[in-house]
Nanobody, 114 residues
Framework: QVQLAESGGGSVQAGGSLRLSCAAS????????FSWYRQAPGKQRELVAW????????NYADFVKGRFTISRDNAKNTVYLQMNSLKPEDTAVYYC???????WGQGTLVTVSS
C-alpha cells in the first residue's frame, strides 16, 4: 500500500522560508513522478510543482516560479519543496501526490503571516 507522509509545515512570517518533505513507502519510488499541490481555505486544490522520476525535469505554477524549488532524493524515497520569499497568499495545506493520478499524502499546513 502506497503511503505518502508530508512534514515541515508551520507558521512563518512573510519573506521567510520553509522546506516541506514527502516521504514515500510501499512504492518503487525511483520510477514515479511526484507533484506538490496546495489547498487554501475555501479554495480548490491547485498544482504547485511537479518533478519527473529522475529529477531531470520540473514544472512550476506561475505563482511560485522563482520562489519555490521541488527536488527529490531517490536514495531516501523523499520529495522536497523548498519555499522561499513566502507570502500570506501561500497559506494553505500542502499535499504531495504520486503522479499521475496516484496516492495523496495527508497534507501539512503552512501559515504565512504578514
Amino acid at each position: 500500500q502506497v503511503q505518502l507522509a508530508e512534514s515541515g509545515g508551520g507558521s512563518v512570517q512573510a519573506g521567510g522560508s520553509l522546506r516541506l518533505s514527502c516521504a514515500a513507502s510501499g512504492i518503487t519510488f525511483r520510477i514515479n513522478a511526484f507533484s506538490w499541490y496546495r489547498q487554501a481555505p475555501g479554495k480548490q486544490r491547485e498544482l504547485v510543482a511537479w518533478i519527473s522520476s529522475n529529477g531531470g525535469s520540473t514544472n512550476y505554477a506561475d505563482f511560485v516560479k522563482g520562489r519555490f524549488t521541488i527536488s527529490r532524493d531517490n536514495a531516501k524515497n523523499t520529495v522536497y519543496l523548498q519555499m522561499n520569499s513566502l507570502k500570506p497568499e501561500d497559506t494553505a495545506v500542502y499535499y504531495c501526490r504520486q503522479t499521475p493520478g496516484g496516492a495523496w499524502g495527508q497534507g501539512t499546513l503552512v501559515t504565512v503571516s504578514s
